[in-house]
């Protein structure tokens, strides 16, 4: 941590242990709302944690409802109507679908979502120096920008790739111009790309036996919330198909190749930060909205063993984790 980081942090404790020892003192637990489109993850310890370290403690000053719409977005309106009528103090809410659905259930209940790419284009704020309305918090990444530097990462990890499949859920509006980009991207690389799409699991067997007939040398999976819940499968259909693949967050952990994305953790942390100081009583619509500044590459040497591939040590050196 360098210096400013930690005058930051130290002075970001200083401000929240008083408050945190007041709200024991005076014996107020405040509630705290979660609300995710994925399922359950170490994530929440990491957000517990963060919070923790700021002195509000899980069953001492602050409660904490999680709800998982476990990859379903259709639970998502429900869910966050569920967590409303507890009457929290703060919702979290990540990605944008989340965000989205705890907006339509509530218009004073302060909001702070995470990994949400385009939040004014989704008109959850207004800008991000003045949100204006009761959502804050920390955008993610344009799809686009992340999957053409998944792109130029995955080319460098398998330098004979001419044809790359791109797989990607034609449902997801931003789908479209994540293929425009990620093709522009492909064409500077010298690489073909070929686009390849699927809806439900049911379709991940065509897709890879596409790629497979159009002799595809590798494949770049667009982090969608079609495909997070079954990125293990993806990452083994793509061993047994003999491509080298690349994705987002938690990829290369659940056997993919290579994986690169925002991290998560540190992006979580940030929220904890936003959920302190609306419980010390900031005011959403006058707090900026700030974006990710870390980013991780994890590399899985045990997946580029089973595939016959030696990877650079240039990119290796530049791994922020290497599973072996």
Sequence with gaps: MDRRAFIAAAAGGLLAAPLAAEAQQAGTVYRIGYLSIGSPSPLRQVFEEALRERGWVTGKNVVIAYRYAEEKSDRLPALAAELVRLEPQVIVAAPTASAKAAKDATSTIPIVMWGVPDPVGERLIASFARPGGNVTGITGVPPWESSAKQLQLLKEGVARAQRIAFLRDPANPHSLPTVKIVTEAAR????????????????????????????????????????????????????????????????????????????????????????????????????????????????NLKTAKALGLTIPQSLLLRADQVIQ
Excluded at 205 to 234: I, N, W
Excluded at 265 to 277: F, G, K, P
């Design 188 to 299: 500077s690389l010298g690489v073909e790309l070929q686009v390849v799409g699927a809806r439900t699991p049911e379709q991940f067997e065509p897709a890879f036996r596409a790629m497979t007939q159009a002799r595809a040398d590798a494949l770049l999976v667009q982090l969608d919330p079609s495909f997070s819940g079954h990125l293990a499968r993806l990452a083994d259909l793509a061993v047994r198909h003999r491509l080298p693949s690349m994705c987002g967050a938690g990829y290369a952990n659940a056997g993919g190749l290579m994986s690169y994305s925002v991290t998560r953790v540190d992006t979580l942390r940030q929220a904890a930060r936003y959920v302190e100081r609306l419980l010390r009583g900031a005011n959403p619509a006058e707090l900026p909205v700030e974006q990710p500044t870390k980013f991780e590459l994890g590399i």
